[in-house]
Protein backbone atom coordinates (compact mmCIF):
# COMPACT_ATOMS: atom_id res chain seq x y z
CA UNK A 1 0.00 0.00 0.00
CA UNK A 2 1.48 3.16 -1.17
CA UNK A 3 1.69 5.95 1.41
CA UNK A 4 1.60 9.57 0.16
CA UNK A 5 2.44 12.84 2.47
CA UNK A 6 2.04 16.34 1.60
CA UNK A 7 4.10 19.19 2.20
CA UNK A 8 4.67 23.03 1.71
CA UNK A 9 1.10 24.25 2.68
CA UNK A 10 0.46 27.75 4.22
CA UNK A 11 -0.37 31.39 4.34
CA UNK A 12 0.45 33.12 1.81
CA UNK A 13 -0.75 36.90 -0.04
CA UNK A 14 -2.57 37.02 -3.72
CA UNK A 15 0.10 37.04 -6.28
CA UNK A 16 2.48 34.95 -4.01
CA UNK A 17 3.71 31.05 -4.98
CA UNK A 18 3.93 28.15 -2.88
CA UNK A 19 5.51 24.48 -3.96
CA UNK A 20 3.26 21.93 -2.51
CA UNK A 21 5.69 18.25 -2.60
CA UNK A 22 4.18 14.96 -2.24
CA UNK A 23 6.29 11.96 -1.01
CA UNK A 24 5.75 8.57 -1.42
CA UNK A 25 6.71 5.04 0.39
CA UNK A 26 7.46 3.50 -2.95
CA UNK A 27 9.61 2.84 -5.57
CA UNK A 28 6.34 1.78 -7.15
CA UNK A 29 5.53 5.64 -7.24
CA UNK A 30 7.10 5.86 -11.04
CA UNK A 31 5.19 3.86 -12.47
CA UNK A 32 1.83 5.48 -10.95
CA UNK A 33 0.28 8.14 -12.82
CA UNK A 34 -0.38 11.13 -10.05
CA UNK A 35 -2.66 13.72 -9.79
CA UNK A 36 -2.93 17.20 -7.08
CA UNK A 37 -7.10 17.87 -6.06
CA UNK A 38 -8.40 20.31 -4.15
CA UNK A 39 -11.00 20.93 -1.69
CA UNK A 40 -12.17 24.56 -0.94
CA UNK A 41 -14.40 25.59 2.01
CA UNK A 42 -18.24 23.95 1.68
CA UNK A 43 -17.59 22.48 -1.53
CA UNK A 44 -16.24 19.06 -3.24
CA UNK A 45 -13.05 17.93 -4.19
CA UNK A 46 -11.72 18.84 -7.68
CA UNK A 47 -9.59 18.13 -9.62
CA UNK A 48 -5.78 20.52 -10.10
CA UNK A 49 -3.64 19.16 -12.31
CA UNK A 50 -1.80 15.18 -12.90
CA UNK A 51 1.33 13.89 -14.57
CA UNK A 52 1.78 10.34 -16.27
CA UNK A 53 4.34 8.04 -15.21
CA UNK A 54 4.90 7.23 -18.93
CA UNK A 55 6.42 11.03 -20.43
CA UNK A 56 5.37 12.86 -18.07
CA UNK A 57 2.41 14.55 -19.85
CA UNK A 58 0.53 16.94 -17.75
CA UNK A 59 -2.93 18.13 -17.76
CA UNK A 60 -4.48 20.98 -15.64
CA UNK A 61 -7.82 22.54 -14.87
CA UNK A 62 -8.69 25.35 -17.04
CA UNK A 63 -8.48 27.68 -13.45
CA UNK A 64 -4.97 26.75 -12.83
CA UNK A 65 -3.51 26.67 -16.31
CA UNK A 66 -0.37 28.77 -16.61
CA UNK A 67 -0.29 29.42 -12.93
CA UNK A 68 0.60 25.91 -11.76
CA UNK A 69 2.71 23.48 -12.92
CA UNK A 70 3.05 19.74 -11.46
CA UNK A 71 6.39 17.86 -11.89
CA UNK A 72 7.76 14.66 -10.71
CA UNK A 73 11.38 13.63 -9.35
CA UNK A 74 11.03 9.67 -9.51
CA UNK A 75 14.48 9.27 -8.20
CA UNK A 76 13.33 10.91 -5.26
CA UNK A 77 9.49 9.51 -5.22
CA UNK A 78 8.40 12.80 -4.94
CA UNK A 79 5.36 14.62 -7.07
CA UNK A 80 5.33 18.50 -7.07
CA UNK A 81 2.87 21.50 -7.48
CA UNK A 82 4.37 25.22 -7.70
CA UNK A 83 1.69 27.61 -7.68
CA UNK A 84 2.66 30.61 -8.59
CA UNK A 85 -0.04 34.51 -9.01
CA UNK A 86 -1.98 32.45 -6.17
CA UNK A 87 -5.38 33.84 -5.83
CA UNK A 88 -7.84 33.88 -3.18
CA UNK A 89 -10.38 31.50 -4.87
CA UNK A 90 -7.11 29.08 -4.71
CA UNK A 91 -7.80 28.54 -0.91
CA UNK A 92 -8.45 24.58 -0.35
CA UNK A 93 -6.82 21.56 1.16
CA UNK A 94 -4.53 20.01 -1.55
CA UNK A 95 -4.48 16.35 -1.85
CA UNK A 96 -2.13 14.56 -4.14
CA UNK A 97 -3.25 11.40 -5.34
CA UNK A 98 -1.97 8.03 -6.97
CA UNK A 99 -3.56 6.27 -10.15
CA UNK A 100 -1.78 3.01 -10.35
CA UNK A 101 -3.77 1.34 -13.47
CA UNK A 102 -3.92 4.16 -15.48
CA UNK A 103 -7.78 5.45 -15.41
CA UNK A 104 -8.93 8.59 -16.09
CA UNK A 105 -7.26 10.92 -14.70
CA UNK A 106 -9.49 13.84 -13.83
CA UNK A 107 -11.62 11.89 -11.35
CA UNK A 108 -10.72 11.62 -7.74
CA UNK A 109 -12.77 8.26 -7.77
CA UNK A 110 -9.86 6.74 -10.24
CA UNK A 111 -7.11 7.24 -7.28
CA UNK A 112 -6.65 4.75 -5.47
CA UNK A 113 -3.85 6.14 -2.71
CA UNK A 114 -4.28 9.30 -0.99
CA UNK A 115 -2.60 12.10 1.46
CA UNK A 116 -3.58 13.80 4.31
CA UNK A 117 -4.33 16.94 2.47
CA UNK A 118 -2.28 20.00 3.51
CA UNK A 119 -3.97 23.51 4.07
CA UNK A 120 -2.86 26.12 1.55
CA UNK A 121 -4.53 29.86 2.56
CA UNK A 122 -4.27 32.75 0.19
CA UNK A 123 -5.11 36.25 1.71
CA UNK A 124 -6.44 38.96 -0.29
Known amino acids: QVQLAESGGGLVQAGGSLRLSCAAS????????MGWFRQPPGKEREFVAA????????YYADSVKGRFTISRDNAKNTVYLQMNSLKPEDTAVYYC?????????????????WGQGTQVTVSS
Open 51 to 58: ITWRSAIT
Open 26 to 33: ERSFSHYD
Open 97 to 113: AANPYGRLILIPVNYDY
